[in-house]
């Protein structure tokens, strides 16, 4: 895409890493206003944002890389200079979205989709679901159960995504679980967490969390506790390693109520004669 002196490249930049330096020497023509601290406190998922350095260390540094001839702070006191750009270039995720939406409403604005930036709600929430899945309950049971797996995922640390799993055997939950991460829950939040070096489905068994259905499946395990015959409950369809240890755990039933990104693993369970039944209804969450 090509840029023009009379172009304000307009974003969020937590930390200039590779993928922001490729997008900025795309546009290296224009003009960078980095997103101040009075947009970036509109949204709770760049609050949290654990790598990102106030706008003004962001400032330095892009700066001091010499890619632009000027980069500056974006305010709601400012803003009203982008008017004078006749192309203002975001990237396309959701917050530039919001803020063009909110901000520029009626101002033209082009989003570069091209870089993986970062992760933001529309690369993370893919939830597809097997094509094969036989069942859609929305039994007052499976509610219930499902409902108990739910709690369970509440009890997570993860940020990203909270799990939750529940082993029903004749009739009665015996066992719940939730992704936890190794060896303490903080342990993401003090060194940060391998998943995050991969793109979305890629090496999904990097990560320092031990998923719900593993963790579950571990501790019938550890309590000499037979899971041949048990039904199982999970908030998400399992991702593929997972849904590999179900397959072989014996168990009969998979119930879930949303999907995942990846659902590979449907193949395994369905050879093992596991049925796949998902929960409809909104009372299960």
Known sequence: MNSHPDTALVAYVPSPHRGYLEF?????????YLFGQSFI??????????????PEEVQTMVTALGIFAEVRILTKGNIAE??????????????????AGTYLSGVPVVFDGSWRLRWHWDASVKKERPVDETTVSSAAFDRKIMQKAYAAAEMSSDWWRQ?????????????????????????????GDPRSNFEAGKNIE???????????LTEAARRGMAT????????????????????????????????????????????????????????AK
Do not use: W
């Open 41 to 54: 406190d509109e949204f709770s998922s760049l609050t949290r944002n654990l790598p990102g350095d106030a």
């Open 163 to 191: 799990a939750g799993a529940v082993l029903v055997k004749d009739g009665e939950p015996v066992l719940a679980a939730y992704n936890r991460h190794q060896p303490s829950e903080q342990t993401p939040y003090l060194y």
């Open 228 to 283: 041949e015959g048990a039904d199982l409950y999970v908030t998400t369809f399992p991702c593929p390693p997972c849904a590999y240890a179900c397959a072989n755990s014996g168990i009969k039933r998979l119930f879930y109520t949303e999907g995942y990104s990846l659902v590979e693993g449907s193949n395994a369970l369905r050879a093992r004669g596991v049925e796949l039944i998902r929960i409809e209804s909104e009372d």
């Open 24 to 32: 900025f020497r795309a546009h290296k023509r224009s003009i960078l």
């Open 206 to 216: 990097v990560s320092s969390a031990l998923h719900a259905e593993i963790g579950l």
């Open 82 to 99: 982008l008017s004078q750009f006749a192309n203002i270039v975001m990237p396309d995720e959701d917050v530039a979205h919001k803020v």
